[in-house]
């Protein structure tokens, strides 16, 4: 089925290339599943392997932003749902 590689940049595991069994949707994540050198099926989070393709943020950026714009919004949306829990998010 093919190869792939773990592209992660501060995945332990980075560079290591593997076997592709499947790559499936499993635990509401796209994951590509291998059989370890003990023979037993792993899987990885398909997005940090070069399964995926790289996202056109990321390589534009070539790493001077540690955030994405969709992400940030995505954050602030959840900081103002929680404006009313606890303590209060309302100066963020």
């Known amino acids: 089925?093919?190869?792939f590689q773990i592209v992660h940049p501060f995945h332990p595991l980075r560079g290591r290339e593997y076997e592709l069994v499947i790559r499936?949707?499993?635990w509401g994540q796209d994951r590509v599943f291998f059989y370890d050198s003990a023979g037993m099926l792993k899987s990885f989070p398909a997005s940090i392997t070069d399964v995926v393709p790289v996202d056109s943020f990321v390589?534009?950026?070539?790493?001077?932003?540690a955030f994405r714009?969709?992400?940030?919004?995505?954050?602030?949306e959840l900081l103002s749902r929680c404006d009313g829990c606890s303590g209060g998010l309302r100066d963020v």
């Open 59 to 65: 390589r534009i950026s070539g790493g001077r932003s």
């Open 69 to 76: 714009i969709e992400d940030l919004l995505e954050l602030r």
């Open 24 to 26: 499936r949707r499993n």
């Open 1 to 3: 089925m093919g190869r």
